[in-house]
Structures are given as C-alpha cells and as structure tokens.
C-alpha cells in the first residue's frame, strides 16, 4: 500500500512540516502487473503474501475488483502488509521508504501454490519486491512446466545470480536499470546492444529495454530492433513499465509474436502515462483496443 504524503518541501533531519494532503493507493510492482493483465481481459493470478491488516484487506479487495484471482494470495498472521511511505514535493522530487513487511516472508511455500497453477499458465511475471531465492524457485518451477519467463529486474541491484539469467526467457529493464545491472551508462543504441550482449551472454534468450519517450530496443540472438515510442499527452510516468508488461504478457498469452507483444507493452506504456497513479492509470481492454486501432 501506498502512503502518500504531499508537501511544499521536502523535510531535513529533525525538522516537523505541515503537509499538504495524503492518501493511500494499491501499489507494488507485481499487483500493478496482475491487474495490468486482468483490466485487458486476461485470467490473472496473483501469488504472493499480505499481512493480517486492514492494508491486507483493501489490497485483496482492489486486486478482485480488477478482476485479479487472489486466492493463492496467503494472509500473513506474523507481519505487516509492504508499504511504501512516500513524500512528494511542490517541484515533484520525492522521498520513499518502503518496507516489504509479508512481501519480505514470501519463500518455497508461496512456490509450491504457484505449481499448481503452473500446467494452465502461458506466462510467469517475477519482480524483484521479494526475496531473490522465492524468485528464482519460481523460476525454476515455471521452465519445468514450460511457461515463459518475464522477469522485471526492478528495483535493481547491482547484481542479479547468474543462474536466474539463465531462467529467463525475456528480461525487461528500464535504461536505469539496465545501467546497474550491466555495471556502464546506457546513452545509446551501441551501448543498448552492448547490453543486450551481457545478458544474452548470461543466458536470457531475448532483451527488452524500455527507453520511455524514446521506445524500445529489443534484441534476441538473432536480431535486434528499435520500436519508436507512441505519442502522447504524458503527465505521470508511474506504472507505465508495469502496464508495459503486463500487456506484453497478455498478448504472448494471446498467442501473438515478439514485435507484437512489444507493441503492445508500448501502448499501454504510453496510455499509463496519461494519468496519474499507479493503478488507475492502467489501460482496460476497451481503452486498449481504441488506442490501437487509432495508433497504427
């Protein structure tokens, strides 16, 4: 969950302000993602933890509202729900701690509900807002039973073990991102290529790098190409990378291809971007469609 606090500045150490206004929103990369595919009409599942709290509680509520099937999702009895407490400025810099409470518990136990759902999946989409070991067994499980593997390496560290690149099929990195994992600045397409090189050589068969008003570059052993970004009215980039893989993950469940699933992700990028929030910024199928259709 969210916490949002608005204020004229930001505080310094010891220093008490009066905000301006404050409210929660759903929040977390990997419940952006699920509701990401169930608003475009997808069957979504979501496995993870919540806490025994009433954040737990609106976080179930909003992700069934989205359409999002919660029943893998285990109430925690021994912490909190993950939150994010976030200040926000009058010049939009803002500070955000965040503390994973149930997301920090999720272990083989949560992996062993996702094998269940495994045999009537297409797609697994993994964030790194649990632990790492939960992640690559899930991983593990997913290329047993055949099921593509997307995984969104964010937030970043430094470094990611090798052995989950190679249980990847399609990583998807922001230039930030990127930027970290590969240990070089990302400024263009000799360096994009120069890091799609070091994850392919780590074992990911294709990488997607989002570059947000300047498209995406996608490489795969084979090729490699630039897709321009969709233009828009942008005026809140939050959740755009998470509609961008939830709708890329809805249309290889649709049975599309590479450069269409990309499409896709890029569409509903940019329709996230036109407004504000993370949730209620994600494109419903209807929204979708137009947009597309409109957008050759």
């Known amino acids: 969950m969210d916490l949002v606090t608005r204020t004229p500045r930001l505080p310094v150490a010891g220093e008490t302000l009066l905000g301006l206004d404050f409210f929660t929103a759903p929040g977390g990369k990997g419940a952006n993602q699920a509701v990401g595919a169930a608003l475009l009409g997808r069957t979504s599942y979501t496995i993870g933890r919540v806490g025994n709290d009433s954040f737990g509680q609106e976080l179930l509520i909003s992700l069934k509202v989205a359409g999002v099937q919660t ?86 560290p430094e470094k990611l073990p090798d052995e989950l690149y190679s249980l990847t099929d399609l990583i998807t990195p922001n230039e930030t991102e990127a930027s970290r994992l590969v240990g070089f600045e990302i ?67 649709s049975g599309l291809s590479l450069r269409e699933a990309i499409k896709w992700g890029a569409a509903a990028g940019a329709l996230a971007t036109t407004k504000k929030g993370a949730q209620p910024s994600l494109p419903n199928k209807q929204t979708f469609d137009t947009f597309l259709a409109t957008n050759p």
């Open 187 to 253: 400024t263009n397409q000799e360096t994009m290529t120069k890091a799609a090189e070091f994850f392919i050589s780590k074992g990911v068969k294709t990488v997607v790098l989002k570059l947000g008003s300047k498209g995406v570059f996608c490489a795969t052993t084979t090729e490699s190409f630039i897709l321009p970004a969709f233009k828009v009215n942008a005026i809140d980039t939050v959740a755009a990378g998470d509609a961008f893989n939830a709708a890329m993950a809805a249309a290889f469940d």
């Open 71 to 156: 029943d893998s999702i285990l109430i925690d009895d021994t912490t909190s729900s993950g939150v994010a407490v976030i200040a926000v400025d009058d010049r939009s810099e803002n500070t955000i701690i965040v503390i994973p409470g149930a997301n920090g518990k999720v272990n083989h136990t949560d992996v062993e509900r996702l094998e269940k759902l495994l045999p009537n999946a297409s797609v697994l989409l993994l964030q790194l807002e649990v632990p790492i070991p939960a992640i690559i067994a899930a991983a593990e499980a997913a290329k047993k039973a055949k099921v593509k593997v997307i995984l969104d390496p964010a937030p970043a």
